[in-house]
């Protein structure tokens, strides 16, 4: 009997044993083909990694070819389409986005840019009105020497403003709004007429009214109106301008940009031109000049 009950024993531990063994080994197993699945994963993400770096080199290679390219390209397409041509650029203070673009395209197009700064929205009418330019405006604003100024008083200064800069001689208004600091010019006042103007001025995310009204003005009277912002700063003129009735550029820094400006401004074109949801496209369609 004990033989019996010894062998039984011994069987059942050797089924155990067997058991145990089955069961770590199929667990080394699993965690050895988990480690190889693992290994292989890994060796395959860092591949495609590898693969996609290569393509955005490729990429950035390719657009850099791209931009120098442009930018050999667009002077010579706008080469003298504004020669002799005096262009009014109205900024706020402080702007730098898109303002040196603008003058460099306007100079390679043989234009002339003359840059009017707003020292403060509408001109600071609304906290200050310069000391005499009341009698300035003739009558009925003889009396309109107080801020804030009215919607009136604004308007005639715009009017009256567009009609100095389209004509050559004395510009009395523009001296005295130069003088009391309410703007500054990149050049003296004595320039020639100006035959275009390129609105870019806002103030706290907004466009300048006042300088709106006097890109209107002129454009009543016959010159040019472009809106134009640059890519790295929405400021909304571009749609502003489109709403008044007038093209735009919305990416006045870059290349098309560049090019797009100068056939507005040269009458060759006209539209929104950009990136912006509402544009005609990213810029005019490209043809001989003359």
């Not at 019996?4 to 083909?33: K, Q």
């Not at 009925?140 to 009609?163: Q, R």
Request: with cysteine.
């Amino acid at each position: 009997m004990y033989n019996i009950r010894y062998h039984l024993a011994s069987l059942v531990a050797v089924f155990l044993a067997l058991t145990v063994g089955l069961v770590l080994g199929t667990v080394v197993a699993e965690r050895g083909t988990l480690d190889n699945q693992s290994t292989t994963l890994v060796d395959d993400l860092q591949q495609q990694f590898a693969q996609i770096q290569t393509d955005n080199n490729a990429l950035r290679d390719g657009l850099e070819r791209d931009r120098a390219f442009a930018d050999d390209v667009v002077p010579a397409l706008t080469s003298n389409a504004l020669a002799g041509k005096n262009i009014a650029i109205l900024v706020n203070g402080g702007r730098s986005n898109g303002l040196n673009a603008t003058m460099a395209a306007i100079e390679e197009a043989g234009g002339s840019p003359i840059v009017f700064t707003f020292a403060s929205s509408d001109l600071g009418f609304d906290l200050h009105v310069p000391e005499g330019i009341s009698e300035l405006l003739g009558e009925g604003f003889t009396e309109s020497t107080s801020a804030p100024a009215t919607v009136a008083f604004k308007n005639a200064i715009a009017d009256a403003l567009a009609a100095e800069l389209r004509q050559s001689g004395p510009r009395p208004i523009l001296d005295l709004l130069a003088k009391s600091a309410a703007l500054s010019l990149s050049s003296p006042t004595d320039f020639g007429a100006v035959d275009a103007c390129v609105l870019m001025a806002s103030f706290d995310g907004q466009p300048d009214e006042i300088s709106s009204k006097i890109a209107g003005a002129l454009d009543v009277r016959g010159a040019v109106v472009v809106g134009a912002e640059a890519t790295n700063q929405a400021t909304g003129i571009a749609v502003e301008t489109v709403d008044l009735g007038f093209s735009a550029v919305d990416h006045v820094d870059t290349p098309q940009g560049a090019y797009s400006l100068v056939w507005l401004l040269s009458g060759r074109a006209s539209g929104y031109y950009g990136i912006g949801a509402g544009a005609d496209a990213v810029y005019p369609t490209i043809s001989k000049q003359g």
